[in-house]
């Protein structure tokens, strides 16, 4: 302070130098000439200074002093504090948490609140008291946190919460229905164990765009997905489309599964969209979309015009379709047990007898015709690739089977338009 008032005095001095000539005209009184410094010299200030000097002078006396702002960070905040913030998130909240840096991962570790949370899901047979700033149980074989190594109770959660989830789907799927001997609870199987399905787009670059499922329709052996929206990207950047099933990593029984929660990712199909449009035939059309068939199960619809993506649909068997959707990674499917027919004994040209066949034609939540056939066989010609072909339903003549009710067609719908596509049989 002493230094900036020294400065500002020294340039009155200055000031007043030029401003008094000796023998000008106008010149200061001796009084106020330069000279010894002392206090009434300076008690007027000149007229002739100059706008400029005036505002330098000023500047050193009006300077507003600059307030500090400190740079508050929740990273630079000690650890145990962190940890108290922590131990009042969930298990979901904590898993994301942990994904944020390796201190946020290390400090998500933590044996006490894992053990804390762990006891809450799971209560021990077994228990003591501990008396601290407040009463806790605790489980005598769990008391000694320490001894483990960090993250070993987040494990512990986590496998005793997929094995609980593994094991009441695995009650509800136990149900046979006769006429489908498919299970019978399969919408709740696949409702407690929070499974849902997306597609991934991939442009050539390698970007993903992760779409995820828009409305869901069950029926009696098929689960139908439906995805649209307003944001696809462009077809023409498109190369691959692969269709996963996506489970949440701690599913809860009380509420939805979160999306921007940890989720495992299992692939179910991957399909080709390279010349999409030069390389497949459209299967049926209306006034607004072209359909497209991808095998296997999915349709493709493209607004007429632009060739850009207006809807994907899906159609799911349930057989095996937990395990399909599950089982598997991002990246390689799950395998299906190898099922080998066993050919008729005194003539291997007749093929296979005896089957039944559930059938159910429906289009969006229009049902055209459901019922079970019995009795079927095939040729030994008839059966590829583990497929084999069973003739039920004939267009021409309605009396080999059940009438079809209405019109066969595929209904569908986006956020703004709906229709019908006539399906050509």
């Not at 000539?21 to 200061?28: S, Y």
């Not at 493209?302 to 379709?321: D, P, R, T």
Request: include cysteine; charged fraction near 20%.
């Amino acid at each position: 302070m002493a230094m900036g008032r020294g400065r500002v005095l020294r340039r009155y001095s200055r000031g007043w130098g030029r401003a008094a000539q000796p023998g000008a005209a106008g010149a200061a009184p001796p009084s106020l000439a330069p000279g010894p410094r002392n206090r009434s010299s300076f008690a007027a200030r000149p007229v002739e200074f100059s706008e400029t000097e005036n505002a330098e002078v000023k500047s050193h006396y009006w300077t507003p002093s600059l307030k500090w702002k400190p740079n508050v960070c929740i990273e630079s905040m000690p650890s145990e504090m962190l940890l108290k913030i922590f131990s009042y998130l969930d298990a979901v909240s904590l898993l994301c948490a942990g994904c944020v840096n390796k201190q946020f991962y290390d400090l998500a570790n933590d044996n006490g609140i894992w053990l804390k949370i762990y006891c809450s899901h799971f209560p021990p047979k077994r228990m003591i008291w501990k008396m601290n700033s407040e009463t806790e149980t605790v489980s005598l074989g769990c008391a000694a946190v320490q001894d483990r190594k960090p993250g070993y109770w987040k494990k512990e959660y986590i496998f005793r919460q997929i094995a609980a989830v593994k094991t009441r789907v695995m009650q509800l799927v136990k149900p046979v229905d006769p006429h489908t001997g498919l299970p019978c609870k399969n919408r709740e199987a696949i409702r407690a164990s929070g499974l849902s399905w997306v597609i991934v787009l991939k442009d050539k670059n390698g970007k993903e765009h992760v779409m995820e499922q828009a409305d869901l329709s069950f029926k009696d052996t098929s689960v139908t997905i439906f995805w649209y929206s307003t944001s696809w990207p462009c077809l023409s950047v498109l190369s691959t489309l692969e269709l996963c099933g996506v489970t949440p990593l701690l599913p809860e029984q009380n509420r939805a599964a979160s999306k921007n929660g940890p989720r495992r990712r299992s692939l179910i199909a991957k399909y080709s969209l390279s010349n999409l449009t030069k390389t497949n035939v459209a299967i049926g059309a209306d006034k607004l979309v072209q359909l497209f068939g991808l095998n296997p199960g999915l349709l493709l619809g493209l607004w007429k015009g632009k060739n850009e993506i207006a809807f994907v649909m899906a159609s799911l068997h349930y057989h095996q379709l937990l395990e399909r959707s599950t089982l598997g990674s991002a990246t390689v499917q799950y395998v299906l047990s190898p099922n080998k027919p066993v050919l008729d004994d005194v003539d291997p040209e007749y093929g296979l007898h005896d089957y039944s066949l559930h059938l159910d034609m429906h289009g969006g939540s229009h049902t055209c015709m459901c019922g079970t056939f019995k009795s079927l066989f095939c040729r030994k010609g008839d059966i590829q690739n583990g497929y084999l072909r069973l003739m039920v339903v004939s267009v021409k003549d309605n009396a080999k089977h059940l009438p079809i009710i209405g019109t066969v067609g595929l209904s569908w719908k986006t956020d703004v338009f709906k229709g019908n596509v006539k399906v050509n049989c």
